[in-house]
């Protein structure tokens, strides 16, 4: 099993979720049994989804972890705030969102909240490999 684990900016900047789309690229482009480039960009899509919801929502900083299984990858952003992302209804006119979490859930094998002892939440989706 291949793991990795960065850390995200303590700024809410999108050149944060850049670094974290880039270091996501590098670690799909370092396992031993690469994976198709669309499931590749779907993991990056995701991972740059949940780390923007993280540093919009989450307190500003956040953890990134992405797991390769067998048949799977696993993405976990870890942040400070214990509010779970909800579904909603999508904002067509006042750009407040509501897109990102129904399409992580549609792109996903699964999705997961799991509250941390510590305080704050982790947020997974396990992707197609």
Not at 13 to 34: I, K, M, N
Not at 81 to 109: I, K
Request: glycine fraction near 10%; aromatic fraction near 2%; charge should be negative.
């Amino acid at each position: 099993m291949d793991t990795m684990s960065v850390n995200g900016a303590t700024v809410r900047s999108a050149t944060s979720v850049a670094g974290a789309r880039e270091s996501a690229r590098d670690f799909l482009e370092g396992l031993d049994h690469p994976i198709a480039a669309e499931a590749a960009d779907t993991v990056v899509l995701v991972v740059s989804e949940l780390v923007t919801n993280a540093l919009r929502h989450g307190g500003g900083t956040c953890t990134l972890d992405l797991t390769a299984h067998p048949d799977s990858i696993e993405v976990a952003v870890h942040d400070r705030s214990p509010q779970a992302p909800r579904m909603r209804t999508p904002d067509l006119n006042g750009g407040t969102g509501g897109f990102g979490w129904p399409m992580v859930n549609h792109l996903a094998h699964a999705t997961a909240v799991a509250r941390r002892i510590a305080g704050g939440k982790t947020v997974s989706a396990l992707l197609p490999r």
